[in-house]
Nanobody, 122 residues
Framework: QVQLVESGGGLVQAGGSLRLSCAAS????????VGWFRQALGTEREFVAV????????YYADSVKGRFTISRDNVKSTIYLQMNSLRPEDTAVYYC???????????????WGQGTQVTVSS
């Protein structure tokens, strides 16, 4: 079992930056791949980025590649999403999720946080 809690969302102007955090509890956290997803109003939840158990492998959606960076600290049981050069279309609720095995498919994730709102003004 893994419990996930996101934080760090907020309101930022276009071109600005935010860093999201996902704090995990559970002794086996380091055995889980963790992904970030987002859901804008009226749309389906979509993949943003994922990091492997060790942190050595990362994958990104094309829409955020070069602007967002996912990382993890297994000592602190925390995953981060550094978001730079934010755009109004990045506005969404951002969720972290965990599963044993790396994938970009939303439906394959077993554990989800409650989400944190990110709003980018133009």
């Amino acid at each position: 079992q893994v419990q996930l809690v996101e934080s760090g969302g907020g309101l930022v102007q276009a071109g600005g930056s935010l860093r999201l955090s996902c704090a995990a509890s559970g002794r086996t956290f380091s055995t889980y791949a963790v992904g970030w997803f987002r859901q804008a109003l009226g749309t389906e939840r979509e993949f943003v980025a994922v990091v492997s158990r060790s942190g050595s492998s990362t994958y990104y959606a094309d829409s955020v590649k070069g602007r967002f960076t996912i990382s993890r600290d297994n000592v602190k049981s925390t995953i981060y999403l550094q978001m730079n050069s934010l755009r109004p279309e990045d506005t969404a609720v951002y969720y972290c999720a965990a599963r044993q095995g790396i994938t970009m498919r939303t439906k394959d994730y077993d554990y989800w946080g409650q989400g944190t709102q990110v709003t980018v003004s133009s």
